[in-house]
């Protein structure tokens, strides 16, 4: 293979190869006893978007807080305040949700993998990246901007589809 042919692999800045990327509401609006879910950073653990505590808004909020955040299925959702850098895809079939200001919302372009995103999002390089930017001193938090500069490594679709199969087959075998 001639060195023109061979794949290339970027390294691009987050807001580069994204299409997306806001983070939750800042003032979320009050608790109701019937509407729908407002989630915050402690919903998403293990590549996954749990729905057992969070807290219910109005419809009328949710449209609003929706309008913003427009979430959608394959979505990356990345934890950036307290718990730093916990992602999970949004899977299909799940239940309409808005985001406290702990969670950002990632749309990855066409050619990057959501689920690619969310392993590289949780490598020890850009775990150190968060870490070093993170900012507040009650609780630290990566603001947007910098998130956007995170520093990405994009490889061909191919190899990103072969990077998600081992490692989700590994993390099979962990869970075997």
């Not at 042919?5 to 987050?14: A, G, K, Q, Y």
């Not at 690619?116 to 901007?145: D, M, W």
């Not at 910098?146 to 590994?170: S, Y």
Request: glycine fraction near 6%; include cysteine.
């Amino acid at each position: 293979m001639s060195a023109a042919s061979s794949p290339v692999w970027e390294t691009r800045n987050l807001r580069g190869v994204v299409t997306k990327l806001v983070d939750g509401s800042h003032n979320p609006p009050p608790k109701q006893e019937t509407g729908l879910p407002m989630l915050s950073a402690r919903n998403i653990d293990r590549g996954q978007v749990l729905f057992d505590d969070y807290r219910l808004i109005s419809e009328s909020a949710f449209v609003s807080e929706n309008a913003r955040t427009r979430i959608a299925v394959g979505d990356v959702l990345l934890t950036i305040v307290g718990t730093i850098g916990r992602t999970a895809v949004v899977p299909e079939g799940v239940q309409p949700f808005s985001l406290q200001r702990s969670v950002a919302v990632l749309t990855p372009a066409e050619n990057l993998l959501p689920k690619f995103l969310c392993y590289q999002l949780q490598s020890p390089a850009i775990q150190k990246h968060f870490e070093a930017n993170a900012r507040g001193t009650a609780q630290k938090g990566v603001y947007l901007k910098t998130l956007g500069q995170t520093p990405i490594v994009l490889p061909p679709m191919d190899v990103q589809t072969e990077i998600v199969a081992e490692i989700d087959k590994q993390f099979s075998r962990l869970d075997e």
